[in-house]
């Protein structure tokens, strides 16, 4: 496809399970975004992925969650023992400029609303 | 140090009219200042951005003001249309350090309605 895509679009799960969320960027594109968003707030930045180097995992919340990138292909991440807290949607966006130095411009996917029961 | 402050939370705009919605930072640090359109169901996407050498960048129908003295920066939508209603999301990033401009922080957003 030609944009951002992510899975599954909407998951509930019971509190203290483990969720999946999968992102696959934009062909060719070689840095790869997590945000959260809540419910009437902003995006929260989770993680950062580019290249072979280290990923930035400033924004993870906790040590509940984790991301993990194939190359410069396909995201996951997971969430473990859910609190409902961790409602929110998760957004997935990948950029062709590894530091966004020159336009800066994201490309987001549509997102994965998970609630937790 | 790292907020970026919205403003107002909703704004109802008469077709033809002039949406303003202000924006205020912290860090100085801060040298990209994008502005996303986010319609229900979608991702956010990008609607104009600025660097703080300019004081203004118009795109269209959509401007951007910055004053970086006050750090603050607004978005202006003139002749506001009703295909324009859409939450709106200001940000703020710095390539500091070798730091990714994509590692945005964002402001609460503003829920749009533009009345026919």
């Known amino acids: 496809g030609a944009g951002v895509s992510q899975s599954p679009s909407n998951k509930v799960t019971e509190k203290g399970k483990d969720v999946e969320l999968r992102c696959d960027p934009i062909s060719g594109h070689t840095a790869l975004y997590w945000y959260r968003q809540r419910l009437g707030q902003g995006l929260e930045f989770l993680i950062y992925f580019q290249g072979n180097s280290a990923p930035d995992k400033s924004g993870l919340p906790s040590d509940r969650f984790s991301a993990e990138r194939t190359g410069e292909s396909v995201s996951t991440l997971t969430i473990q023992r859910t609190q409902q807290e961790d409602s929110a949607v998760y957004l997935c966006?990948?950029?062709?400029?590894?530091?966004?130095?020159?336009?800066?411009?994201?490309?987001f996917g549509e997102g994965s609303r998970l609630t937790v029961l | 140090q790292q907020q970026v402050k919205q403003s107002p939370q909703s704004l109802i705009v008469q077709k033809g009219g002039i949406s303003i919605i202000n924006c205020a930072y912290e860090n100085t640090a801060f040298d990209y200042f994008p502005w996303y359109q986010q319609f229900p169901g979608k991702g956010p996407a990008l609607l104009i951005a600025?660097?703080?050498?300019?004081s203004e960048k118009k795109e269209g129908r959509f401007t951007i003001s910055f004053n970086k003295s006050a750090k603050q920066f607004s978005l202006h939508i003139m002749d506001s249309q009703p295909g324009d209603s859409a939450t709106y999301f200001c940000?703020?990033?710095?390539?500091?350090?070798?730091?990714?401009?994509?590692?945005?922080?964002f402001g609460q957003g503003t829920i749009l309605t533009v009345h026919p």
């Open positions: 940000a703020a990033s710095t390539g500091a350090g070798g730091t990714s401009y994509g590692k945005l922080t």
């Open positions: 600025i660097r703080p050498d300019v």
């Open positions: 966006a990948s950029t062709s400029d590894g530091r966004g130095a020159n336009t800066g411009e994201l490309f």
